[in-house]
């Protein structure tokens, strides 16, 4: 490659540029977490997660982009929203002409809901929450649920179509769904 480092890349990735050098980015993310006080440790949860040392000593997974900036505090040392109570919540919203579901965790639902970018007049209502000790189990739980329903999901075209203009548009569900979203959540 151009930096001097050997890569496999596929012809048509190499023709259009579509591609990147690992061993460069690998190696940005690895100053990038010395620049916090942090090492990597251990492979990505996916490509936008690395499990860090941090600078007190305790590991952690921080996404790249919070590393990079700074934006994360040890959930060991500190209070954050990953320790404290949480709550999975599934919310009916109506938009329009336009119905919809949406199950996430949050902290706080309606500061959250603040987040999606709904006009004014979406009507939201809350159908049901469960309560988790920390946000870590509660992320842990609604990132199963969603595993396991993801052919249901509506397309995140389509969530944005309906109101989701911010945020939240990946985590939503026809309506015909609330029966079934309801039963795991009690």
Do not use: W
């Not at 809350?126 to 988790?132: N, P, Q, S, Y």
């Not at 396991?148 to 026809?174: D, I």
Request: proline share 2%.
């Amino acid at each position: 490659l151009e930096c001097s480092h050997k890569q496999e890349v596929q012809v048509k990735a190499m023709r259009i540029g579509g591609f990147r050098c690992r061993t460069c980015l690998e190696n940005k993310h690895v100053a990038e977490a010395a620049d916090q006080g942090a090492e990597i440790t251990g492979a990505e949860s996916n490509a936008r997660r690395h499990i860090y040392r941090l600078e007190c000593g305790h590991e952690q997974e921080v996404s790249v982009s919070h590393m990079r900036v700074g934006n994360f505090r040890c959930q060991t040392c500190y209070d954050t929203s990953r320790t404290l109570p949480s709550y999975v919540y599934l919310l009916h919203i109506i938009n329009g002409e336009h119905e919809f579901l949406k199950l996430g965790y949050a902290k706080n639902i309606d500061l959250r809901v603040g987040y999606y970018g709904l006009p004014e007049t979406a009507i939201v209502n809350h159908v049901t929450a469960l309560r988790f000790e920390t946000g870590n189990e509660a992320h842990e739980f609604e990132a199963a649920l969603h595993g396991c329903m993801k052919s249901e999901q509506l397309s995140e075209r389509k969530a944005k179509s309906y109101g989701m203009t911010r945020g939240g548009y990946t985590e939503c569900y026809p309506v015909d769904m609330l029966d079934k979203l309801q039963a795991e959540l009690r």
